[in-house]
Antibody, heavy 122, light 108 residues
């Protein structure tokens, strides 16, 4: 069974930093693209970032470019999101997602974790 | 930036058919995927690659796409289908991904 367990969410002041982690199990982690998706309170889903199997390719939504860094450790079966220069607009539940990315199928989020809450407030 | 447009809400009686639309300029060139989101729960993949039903999803869920509009259809809606539904696709470049604004499905 695919399991994705996020951790690291917390209350942080504007301008602060935070590192989210996602522990994966139940599948061969190193063979999948992985992503972070967030949902702000009362808002819709927003794709944040994704990373290729070997970490050689990364993509970010414009609003987090230069502030967030996605990374992975295949040996530890873990995905990370280093967030800096946080603003109140970054307040959201952050989901880790296993993705499928093939020319014949497009890019979609096949499995999701339960999410971790990041609150940016003074 | 690229946007996918969904109706904010759809209401339907039990056992009727619900249709949720998703519009975007790049849809003729990019696949659409659909997710169900209930409060306090993780999103669940419902339909991928325009028309394929995800594992464990009931047959009453189906997807289609034509031109710049994709449609999620739920035939014979049940009370448990009440949720927010999101479409998702990619920009024309294929290097940026976006969700629609979401549609709240209410079962009357």
């Amino acid at each position: 069974e695919v399991q994705l367990v996020e951790s690291g969410g917390d209350l942080v002041q504007p301008g602060g930093s935070l590192r989210l982690s996602c522990a994966a199990s139940g599948f061969i982690f190193s063979t999948y693209w992985m992503s972070w998706v967030r949902q702000a309170p009362g808002k819709g889903l927003e794709w944040v970032a994704n990373i290729k199997q070997d970490g050689s390719e990364k993509h970010y939504v414009d609003s987090v470019k230069g502030r967030f860094i996605i990374s992975r450790d295949n040996a530890k079966r873990s995905l990370y999101l280093q967030m800096s220069s946080l603003t109140v607009e970054d307040t959201a539940v952050y989901y880790c997602a296993r993705a499928r990315y093939e020319m014949l199928t497009g890019y979609y989020f096949e499995n999701w974790g339960q999410g971790t809450l990041v609150t940016v407030s003074s | 930036s690229y946007e996918l447009t969904q109706p904010p809400s759809v209401s339907v009686s039990p056992r009727q058919t619900a249709r949720v639309t998703c519009s975007g300029d790049a849809l003729p060139r990019q696949y659409v995927h659909w997710y169900q989101k209930k409060p306090g729960q993780a999103p669940v993949l419902v339909i991928y690659t325009d028309t394929k039903r995800a594992s464990g999803i009931p047959e009453r869920f189906s997807g289609s796409s034509s031109g710049t509009t994709a449609t999620l259809t739920i035939t014979g809606v049940q009370a448990e289908d009440e949720a927010d539904y999101y479409c998702q696709s990619a920009e024309s470049s294929g290097l940026s991904w976006v969700f629609g604004g979401g549609t709240k499905l209410t079962v009357l």
